[in-house]
């Protein structure tokens, strides 16, 4: 009997098509990485959430936004990378991530995760409104800076 129950609560699970979207860490749609001289970025996998903050006067919702982004050096030297350096562009801004991992040096033919989180009081962000990354700041070849386009990005088809 009990194994029913349990058998029926994944029954109803599956038929109305899995588990919901928040739960995920996909994204629902990402622009292939990017590359140069050897150098890409792919974005990896996201958490989104935005809520209602009554405390706030001025924008009442608050939008939290972690990405995970993953750094190949296919270059024959190293690549430094900072996180810090990546920008959230959205409702005509960039915007410099609320936390983020420390700057790392990634040797030749090797790959990195990155975390940024962005953390944003603004009424017009949500999970479902198309953003992007900007990452050309964020890697250096040398003494040069990597010219990476932006990454473009739909992290949700549902929001609040």
Known sequence: MKLSRIALGLASVLATGGCSEAWSHSFVRTDPPV??????????SRQCDRQVDPNWQTYADVLGLDVDMRVTNAAGSAVTFDPAKVRL???GR?????????????????????????????????????????VAGAAELGSMSVPLAPLNFLASRTDI
């Not at 001289?37 to 792919?42: F, I, K, P, Q, T």
Request: charged letters at 20%; proline letters at 6%; hydrophobic letters at 45%.
């Open 94 to 134: 960039a915007r410099a991530p609320h936390r983020s991992g420390s700057e790392e040096t990634i040797p030749a033919g090797a790959s990195r995760t990155f975390t940024v989180h962005f953390l944003e009081h603004d009424d017009n962000l949500a999970c479902n409104v198309p953003m992007a990354l900007a």
């Open 35 to 44: 590359a140069v001289d050897g150098v890409s970025v792919a974005l990896v």
């Open 89 to 91: 562009l959205a409702d």
